[in-house]
């Protein structure tokens, strides 16, 4: 009889087992994760009725891999271009809630009696969300479109970077047990030296190396070169000194800004749902069924800290950005749960031997009652709301409203905001794209140059003549490239007092380029040949000079074309913009069942039986902005439509609409709400919208009008520009700047 490996009969086991555990879970309506975790406890070792997994070491190893394709798949879904484009509003109420959270969990563990490192563990357990049970819910509640939604989204991609952050910075605190340490300021210098590298070098090559060879990609190709560049960046991550997680993450969100992305994650699927299962069944082995009964007290409490804490910490940071009260309390009552991300820490903690083993129980069981409370607490929302607004005081909700209608306004920036910002950037890019040089070349190059081809001192010559070559576009940039010109001669002829800083700002450059030239040759250069390559370099410099601001604007441009790839890719489709107050733009795609397909705009009637506005139907790699009463909807239309929640809600029925005329068929435009101001200058002051022609000029729609504290949700076509209206103007991005610009230029005139 043959021998059949302990690997192959413990996966049968948990794989069978957790086969009938998530079809009883997903029959019951409760996140599969759960089902998976019972699984674990079930085949595990603490639990004898059914059978025993014989070797878990091995699943261990599963289960790291796992996690490492659980961080991959999470950070495709994530880029460098959607954390800029998250905004203030999400980043303070993330920041906001994570800062509490971190707080409340360390002090409810010192409450508890429990040590310092189990407490600080906790804080992190606690603070982090979990993005599948609240996108499982949304799916369920049918609320994606909601605008509080996109709220929602933004801060968990807020605590998904703190969460990898807090992976690195816990490991180091369990090492060097001191949160204030000289170890700890070292290992955070470290992870944004090394963040800011990977990022920059990973988003000019992989993008690049992808596009080169795109005429040999195909599915399996395309998996094989993501999962082999995934594990390349863990092993690179490990010998640095980070997590596997840390590295899988960003080779994830250095591959989610390519045009790829999209088919990554749908090829990873399959593998991200296996190695996810084992992970999560790993997890259950780990749970003693005797310490969740001996732990109950803190399980409860635990719970109630998460609920009340979370709901608590995100709906007062959702209301000091700005946001209404109702959407400050239903984003609150969503991310009041923990998940993944707080098995991950706890984990950490019992493999590095700093936590208590009732810890990681605690955690599992909390999230399994946060997971099972997340749909009721989001149902929740609209009721608690409706209750504190017949409560609270007219003073109160009168503040709150002008609060947030006041938070929402769009503020100037100031010329030296933006000046110093990009001086910072450029200062912050190049060097630490020189440091990283110089890193490679003593770390990698000198070695090998040393031992395959030249000896001391002709070694660390020919070392740093190539790193020299590829510093100076950097160097030169650092310190001599001119900074939004426009902005600095505005500056300097503007007031005297103003030279001073920016003089100041040009010297700081030219001493930071000339403290790392001096790093440089200290490093790859003896002193008896110092004044020898002083010389080289300058006659290299003169010889040079000239090519390098064209050298360093090519590698610019590919890095920019890189980092927007995806988004020139998606805007061929669709742009994406929010609107003011509770209207805002949502995306739908026709199916074939839906009951609108083949209907004009106009039958439909959509403005008329559901206030709603059509902003464009992408068909294919066509996009029509502002598609005429007369444009039919047809199956895989992807279509933009403007509404509030409960019109949205309303339209989501018809599975599809907007309005319509025969609109010129153009290629794909980025649509986006822009807002203008009306004025005693403005040309079509005293004109109905009609007459004013707006609607052809900028292939736009007048979508609101504030006037005198008022706001009109779709006007009608007749209504009359008055001098102070705040009009809000929808369509073609590039056409209405062009309106705007010859608006400006008339007024000059």
């Known amino acids: 009889m043959a021998h059949l490996p302990n690997l192959i009969i413990d996966l049968a086991i948990i794989l069978g087992t957790a086969a009938v555990t998530t079809l009883l879970f997903k029959w019951l309506r409760q996140p599969l994760v759960l089902g998976y975790i019972l699984a674990g406890v079930l085949v595990g070792p603490k639990f004898s009725i059914f059978p025993t997994v014989s070797d878990p070491t091995t699943i261990r190893i599963w289960a790291d891999i796992g ?9 495709l879904e994530f880029n460098i271009k959607k954390l800029v484009k998250i905004g203030g509003t999400a980043s303070l109420t993330g920041v906001i809630e994570i800062a509490g ?43 994606k479109t909601q605008q509080f939604a996109g709220i929602v989204f933004g801060i968990l991609v807020i605590e998904d970077i703190v969460a990898v952050l807090l992976l690195v910075l816990l490991s180091t605190l369990a090492i060097s047990k001191q949160f204030f340490s000289a170890d700890m300021l070292v290992a955070i210098l470290k992870l944004a030296f090394f963040l800011v590298i990977w990022f920059l070098g990973g988003i000019f090559l992989v993008p690049s190396l992808l596009r080169s060879s795109r005429k040999f990609i195909n599915d399996e190709t395309l998996l094989i070169i993501s999962l082999a560049l995934c594990l390349l960046m863990v092993v690179v991550a490990t010998n640095v000194g980070f997590s596997p997680a840390l590295g899988a993450f960003i080779m994830g969100s250095i591959l989610a800004g390519t045009i790829y992305a999209e088919r990554i994650e749908t090829l990873l699927t399959s593998i991200k749902d296996l190695f996810g299962a084992v992970f999560f069944v790993s997890v259950g082995m780990l749970i003693d069924p005797a310490l969740l009964v001996q732990y109950a007290g803190p399980i409860a409490l635990i719970t109630v800290v998460v609920i009340v804490g979370k709901a608590v910490n995100v709906t007062l940071g959702a209301l000091v950005v700005g946001q209404p009260l109702k959407q400050a309390l239903q984003t609150g009552l969503s991310l009041a749960q923990i998940g993944e991300f707080s098995f991950i820490i706890a984990t950490l903690g019992l493999n590095l031997n700093v936590t208590s083993g009732f810890l990681y129980p605690i955690a599992v069981a909390v999230s399994a009652l946060t997971a099972f ?20 005081p007219v003073r109160t909700r009168l503040f709150l409203s002008s609060y947030s209608s006041g938070a929402q306004t769009i503020g100037s920036v100031s010329d030296w905001y933006r000046l110093v910002r990009e001086h910072i950037q450029v200062i912050v890019v190049n060097t630490v794209v020189v440091l990283g040089i110089m890193l490679l070349a003593s770390r990698w190059l000198l070695p090998m140059v040393s031992q395959e081809l030249l000896r001391s001192p002709w070694d660390g010559i ?25 902005v600095y001669t505005r500056l300097w002829t503007e007031r005297r007092a103003y030279r001073g800083p920016l003089v100041t700002l040009a010297v700081t450059r030219a001493t930071i380029a000339s403290g790392l030239i001096l790093l440089f040759m200290d490093q790859f250069f003896s002193v008896s040949l110092l004044l020898f390559v002083i010389v080289i370099s300058l006659v290299l410099w003169l010889l040079l000079g000239k090519r390098l601001p064209l050298v360093y604007e090519l590698i610019e441009n590919r890095f920019l074309l890189n980092l927007n790839a995806r988004q020139i890719y998606q805007e061929t489709r669709m742009g994406r913009n929010l609107l003011p107050w509770d209207a805002h733009l949502s995306y739908f795609e026709v199916s074939a069942e839906s009951p609108g397909v083949g209907f004009t705009l106009s039958e439909l009637a959509l403005r008329e039986k559901y206030g709603v506005n059509v902003i464009s139907i992408a068909r294919g790699s066509m996009t029509m902005l502002v598609p005429g009463r007369n444009e039919r909807l047809f199956p895989g239309d992807k ?4 509404g509030t929640d409960q019109q949205l809600e309303q339209f989501n029925t018809l599975i599809e609409p907007a309005p319509a005329s025969k609109a010129p068929v153009t290629p794909a435009q980025e649509i986006s709400l822009q807002k ?59 056409l209405i700047k062009e309106f705007q610009r010859e608006n400006r230029l008339r007024n000059v005139q």
Do not use: H
Request: with cysteine.
């Open 639 to 642: 279509i933009a439509v403007i």
């Open 676 to 734: 203008i101001a009306v004025d005693d200058t403005f040309p079509y002051l005293g004109l109905s919208i009609r007459n004013s022609g707006i609607r052809e000029k900028t292939q736009g729609l007048i979508v609101g009008i504030e006037r005198q504290g008022t706001r009109i949700l779709n006007p009608d076509s007749t209504t009359f520009f008055n001098p102070g209206d705040v009009i809000w103007l929808a369509g073609n991005t590039k």
């Open 462 to 486: 020919l070392t740093g003549f190539l790193s020299f070559v590829l510093m100076a576009p950097f160097l030169w940039a650092l310190a001599l490239k001119r900074i939004n010109r426009p």
């Open 67 to 75: 996690v490492i394709v659980l961080l991959f798949s999470l950070g």
């Open 373 to 392: 409370t997340t749909p009721y607490l989001i149902r929740a929302a609209n009721p608690l709301y409706t209750w504190l607004e017949r409560r609270l």
């Open 101 to 143: 959270m971190l707080l409340l969990g360390y002090l409810t563990g010192m409450g508890l009696g429990w040590s310092t490192m189990d407490s600080i563990f906790l804080g992190g357990i606690v603070c982090i969300s979990s993005t599948t049970i609240i996108i499982r819910a949304f799916d369920e509640l049918g609320i």
